[in-house]
DNA sequence: ATATCTGCCTGCTCGC
DNA sequence: TGCGAGCAGGCAGATA
C-alpha cells in the first residue's frame, strides 16, 4: 500500500519521464459522464511537474489545471512504451490511460478500484485540510509535540490521520514507533517532550530510510517502471507477530488499534 | 472531540 | 480439489 515513500518514489520517476510531456488522449477510463470530462479537459495540456503532497501525486498542467491521483491500497501509475497500449486497454483493472505525444503511455491500474483521480482548478480543493509534511525542513520536533497535544487521541490513530500530519499509513506509523520504544496506545499529549523527540526522529529516519530504498514492496507497489522496492527488508515489526523483537527478543505481537492491524514489541514498547 | 462501525473492492488465505 | 468465509486497509461518511 502506497504511503509517502512509495508515492515520493513514483512521483521522483514520473517527474523525470514526464514532465515536459503532452497528453494526447485519454482512451479509457470508467464508463461515467465524468470521464468523458476527464478525457476533453486533459486532450493538448502539457504536463508542467509532478508533486507530492502527503500521498497524492499533484500534476500541475498548462491551462492552470491540475490532476491529482491517490493510489489507496493497490492503485499504481506505470509508464510504458505505446507498443503495450493494446496489453493496457484490454488489462481489466487498467482504468484510465495518458497518451503522450512521445509515443509513451501513462496507465493508471487499480485492482481493488480504491484509488481516486481528481482534475482541479487548485489542488487545495484535494489537500487543502492535509496536515504538515512530516520530512519538511520546518517540521520540528517542536511542532509534533504541539500536535499531539492538541488532540485526546491514540498514537496509532492520530498519526494515521491525514489532517493532522500527512503521508505516515499503517507500515510507517508502526515501525516509527517501535523505533521510538513508544506504546501505539499511548495518548498523544501524554508524550513528554523527550519521547516525542524520539518519534519525531524516528518517523523522518523511518520515511528518509524507505524513500533511499524506493518504497516497500509487500504485494502490490511497484515504481512507474515495474521495479519493486527494497524497503521490505528493514521492517522490524509490521506484519510480523510472533517474531522475536530485535532489541530484546520479545515476540512481536499484533493487535487491532483503530480498526487497523498494528504490530509492536510489548516489552521495548510497554506502557498504554 | 473521539471512537466505532459500514461501505467501497478484489485477491488471497484458511478451513472444511 | 473446490468453495465459501473471512481478512486486508485508506478514507469518507454516519452514528454513538
Redesign the pocket.
Known sequence: ?P?LPEVETIVRMLRTQLVGQRVVSWPRCVATSVAAEFERELAGREILDVRRR??FVVIPLSGDKFCLV?L??TGRLIIQDSTLTEACISDP?VHALFHFASGRILCFRD????GRLYLVDDPAEVVGDLGPEPLAEDFTSQHLYELLRS????LK??L?D?RLLAGL???YIDEALWEAKIHPLRLGHTLSMEETERLHAAIRGVLSRAIENLGTTL?DYRTPLGVAGGNQETLVVYGRQGQPCPRCGTPIRRE?I????TWYCPSCQAGD
Open positions: 500500500m504511503e502527503g500521498k491517490h489507496r491500497m483493472h485492482t481493488r478500484k480504491f488532540h485526546r487521541k491514540r490513530p492520530l494515521a491525514q499509513g499503517n507500515i504485494r487491532v483503530g480498526g487497523r492491524g
